[in-house]
């Protein structure tokens, strides 16, 4: 079966600090990956997806990055942050095409920027 | 554009009971995905339930199903014999064929009372 993990789990920055969240995948192969966050009391906001090594999509130009440098393993980033990036972060897998892709999430990471 | 919109934000069902929990979308393609996850205090995000817009069948998981009604653009979520277990924010989410990418509705949260 698939698994999804997220880390960390928890992590407070100040402002103007790099990030770095991971999200690797278990189980399955060329999975499509996305990175939501979901800010308090509110839905998800879709900030970058990628359906292939190498390959990313970009939903909101801001002062995130996205990287897949493999198969399996997709990873924001930020080299200084605000903050208004504080937030949970959620990773998601999905498999096959735009037909039929399902997404499932992971477990999330609940970042504070101070 | 495409838009999903959830107008409870919040409910309460008495355990046992049944709640209905409404979605209403807008796309201009015949051909989409619509989708309920449910989001436990937890914050992990689970797939509840899954529609293929071309399936007039509805679709049933367990104590789940929905109310699918194209012309209507409404994709209602329909809980029976409600657990406590299924207090949680249920969003309701909407992607087109051809496109990965998932739009989510605000959420409605729901408490089921003992």
């Known amino acids: 079966s698939q698994t999804i993990h997220q880390w960390p789990a928890t992590l407070v920055q100040p402002v103007g600090s790099p990030l770095s969240l991971e999200c690797t995948v278990e189980?399955?192969?060329?999975?499509?990956l996305y990175w939501y966050r979901q800010a308090a009391g509110r839905g998800l906001q879709l900030l970058f997806y990628s359906v292939g090594i190498g390959q990313i999509s970009s939903e909101v130009p801001q002062n995130l990055s996205a990287s897949r440098p493999q198969d399996r393993q997709f990873i924001l980033s930020s080299k200084k942050l605000l903050l208004s990036d504080s937030g949970f972060y959620l990773c998601?897998?999905?498999?096959?095409?735009?037909?039929?892709?399902?997404?499932?999430f992971g477990p999330g990471t609940r970042l504070t920027v101070l | 554009a495409q838009t999903v919109t959830q107008s409870q934000p919040e409910m309460s069902v008495q355990e046992a009971e049944t709640v209905t929990l409404s979605c209403t979308y807008d796309?201009?393609?015949?051909?989409?995905?619509l989708f309920w996850y449910k989001q436990p205090p937890s914050r992990q995000m689970i797939l509840v339930i899954r529609q293929e817009a071309y399936k007039q069948q509805n679709a049933t998981e367990n104590r789940f199903s929905v109310n699918f009604q194209k012309a209507a653009k409404s994709f209602s979520l329909k809980i029976s014999d409600s657990q406590l277990g299924d207090t949680a924010m249920y969003f309701c989410a909407l992607r087109t064929s051809g496109t990965y990418k998932y739009i989510f509705g605000t959420g409605t949260r729901l408490k089921v009372l003992a």
């Open positions: 189980g399955t192969s060329n999975p499509n």
């Open positions: 796309t201009s393609e015949s051909n989409y995905y």
């Open positions: 998601a897998w999905g498999k096959g095409t735009s037909s039929t892709d399902t997404q499932y």
